[in-house]
């Protein structure tokens, strides 16, 4: 460095440079700068200011300072900026939006002071002002990270408070009411309802099923049918496609302008349809309407916008969707159990009735009292003999109206060929259901005007005739009529008659019924299973369900086989104490929340921990034992926990061994200090894995050590690593023709 | 003090003995907005000054989203603060959308109220077809935005200070910057919610008690045209220009504020 002997002095260098125009400095300065008289208009402005915003300082001086602000800025300079100074004679920290001159924006923090009078007036504003893009936009994306944290946490909760509504709700209405109010909770919309496909036995392959809404709330009647109109015919279809939203647009206007306009009257802009459905097959479909309008509010929505379902939203719905679909299987297992129960005590009845009549008259006047006292309001018996038809008994509820019933008497059914729906059930030999009796078939089957005042006074809406026939004889007919105050009969009602029909016929023996109810508990049971496992790479699986042979009862015991998203495999076996519908009831409850709780895939450890954890609050009734496994099949990676329940079996090249699993307290049994303990280990390539339930093992004549030493002889001498061949061995090798209790049965090879 | 009373934070100044006067504020800030009008009226008038719950040193657990969700909760507190201070023949000086807020009270308990002043009222701020009020959907939500970057001087560690609940550290209240316009972003992003997207021009027609509309000059919240549209549906209404501008005119020009609400009083 050459130069002088003063320049090289680091100290005059520096004051030289800290000798700075006053001027530059503010005209320079590294923040904008500007003053403002009381009502905003700039009176001076610094260079830095006018550099950023574009704007020359003749474009400035003059205008009002909030002029340059957006239009949110400018009432919040109203509302927040202009008052503060006022009170407190600086403001500090405010961020505003500056809009440039070529109306891009540039983001700033602004402070600013007052300056007064000796009076205490404002004369003037000073304000400097600092750049803020990248820090605003850091807050911004801090701000919608929380937000969209909270969105999520909320979704989790709706779901458990789903799950748990859904284990509370006994029957279809309980389900129904829970998803209608969450459903619409989870999208703020409007209305919701729950659409159902009509449960309908005796309808034939060809049938379009009907459609009913089960529960509403806040959506138009008007536009609920005009949306069951619409779906008829491609019902199918509209289920098949998932979560969509129908949009109150020109297309719908121009397709189906009958719910285009029902939506507009009911001031709805989009539906949301979201499927229904168990075990794949489709139940109904929850109905939500979104309006434009959230309460008294005038809507942010511009009026014409759409309103985008979030993805998460739609993943959320369709959960809710599934979750309703397995409570509504469960409670219509109750409601099916319940009216079992009524139906098997009315037939215990009317067996005890018809038992105790003396001759075929007296049956019959019998049977029309039971029939009107519980199933019926008219209860009419034509009976066919050589002679031609003959109508012994007429009977109505209401003894008042029994002379309009008796009027009904003489007119016994004609010969000729009427469309009588009891003439129709002699032809065809089966039930002829009328679920609503329209003035058109009333006037057909009503054989002279007086009859047909008689059906208007006694306000009949339905009817079911039911032919009695022994030995492939018809011998009468019983009909049944239900007045508009009791409403149409139900598929349940046409079940009920047939079966008292089929009493008075055959005079059916207690043996044939009990055979009956056996018959229908074990499908119900098994309805409640799942399906067969899904197909697995790399695992070859078969499982068994067999159920006890004595009794009635139908027991705990479930499988459960689910892929996860991550290649792993949960497994489940598990028995609830007690073999009664509750244990059944119980049993299918703690599926759905095991299948619930995979969501998260925790650990079978904290599975069982989960579990007991929630048993009170899920209002299970009874104790169970379970065992909980997770498996990689590329790699053998098992690990399994077990609930109180039996030890899991391990086949391995003819060699058959417990795996040590230490079992920790019953599925709610009272606690104990021992947590849930996890066996993990590798599943050998060519080995087998067999969970089973305790029914396998347990037999009459020898306690269940007895029954696992046998086991393992059996296994170790199968022969087979096949699981199909290996469940029939063990069970034909463990079992005989009779079982005291069902048997799960789970057996799974990993292949390569 | 009953419990509405620290529930709003209501002070009570002036003659006891004068007609009351109750001063709502508006959107923003609090009750400290009228401490230059207010002295005047103490002369000869009961003054009553409250904040709304979620603003100022209102009790902030008592903020519930569903009643404050619609300007009728506003509206009933008011009513109860009269109610419980045994106020009769009120004069309800209501700012901004507390204007609003008092067209609601008036609806709710008519005996109460015998006069009513409203400064830069705006009974729908977004435009909707003829009718202007000077907003557009995407101005609002722009505003919101702003609410969202300026939470000021709010933090969670403040906030028990802010809610009074700390009255041993008083040293926290000194660092307490933009003290008077504090709220919860949260209540304060749903309490702009309701003030903007209110529409309150169907209820303006059952105002019964003689009213004052102060309209600002260049008030970007509430313009010209609307204070006319709301003297012209307010029946019998009397309507003042005031020279000052902006929207505040209590704070940018009390003398001229408090002159015309004493003309109209007197008058």
Redesign the interface.
Known sequence: MTGPPGESDPRAQLGRLLEEDPADLYENAPMGYLSALPDGRIVKVNRTFCAWTGRSPEDLLGIRFQDLLTIGGRVFHETHLLPLLRMQGAVREIALDVVRMDGSLLPCLINAVELRDDDGAPVLMRATLFEATARRRYERELLSAQRAAEASEARSRMVQQVVSDMAAATSVADVASVIVERGREALGARGAALVLVDEDPSGGVDRVPGLHTEHAVGLPAELLHELRVAAIGQLALELAQGVRTVTLDDRLRTGRPEVAAAMLAGGLSSLVLVPVDADSRRLGVLVLGLGAVGGDLISLDEPEAVRATEPADVELLWTLGRQAGQALERARLHEETARQAERSAFLLEAARLLAEAADVRDTVERLAGLAVERLADVCAIDLASEQGMTRPVVRHRDPALQSLADELRQRQLPQRETPHPGMEALRRGRSVWVRELDEELLTAITLDPRHLEIAHELELVSMISVPFVSEGRALGVITLAADARRGRFTAADVDVAEQLALQVALVVAKAQRYELDVHTSHTLQANLLPPPPPEVAGLQMAVRYLAATQGVEVGGDFYDVVRLPDDQVALAVGDVVGHDITAAATMGQLNSVYRALLVDRPAPSAMIDRLQASWSLLGLQRMATALFATLHPATGQLRIASAGHLPPLLLTAGHAEFLPVTPSRMLGAPPAPAPAMEWAGVLPIGATLVLFTDGLVESRSADIDTGLAHLLTAASASGTSDPDELCDRLLAEMTGAHRADDIALLALTRTA | MGSVLTRNCVTVSGVPSGRPMVFAH????DQ??W?FVAPDFEVDHRVVLFDHVGAGRSDLTAYDPEKY??LRGYASDIVQICRDLGLSDVVLVGH?VSAMIGVLALQEAPELFGAMVMIGPNP?Y?DDGDYVGG?S?A????????????H?GWSAQMAPVIMGNHPDHPELAEEL?????RTDPDIARQFA??TF???NRADLADVAVPTLVLQCS????APDVVGTYVHEAVPGSAFTRLAA????PH??APEETTAAIRAFLTG
């Open positions: 508006g959107f923003g800030c400290a907005m401490r969700g619609s901004s729908r977004v907003f959907r101005d609002i939500g722009g505003l919101l935005d702003a609410l969202d970057s300026n000021l910057t933009n003290s008077f316009c919610r309701v997207l209110s529409d260049e008030d970007v919240i501008t902006g929207h505040v704070l940018s």
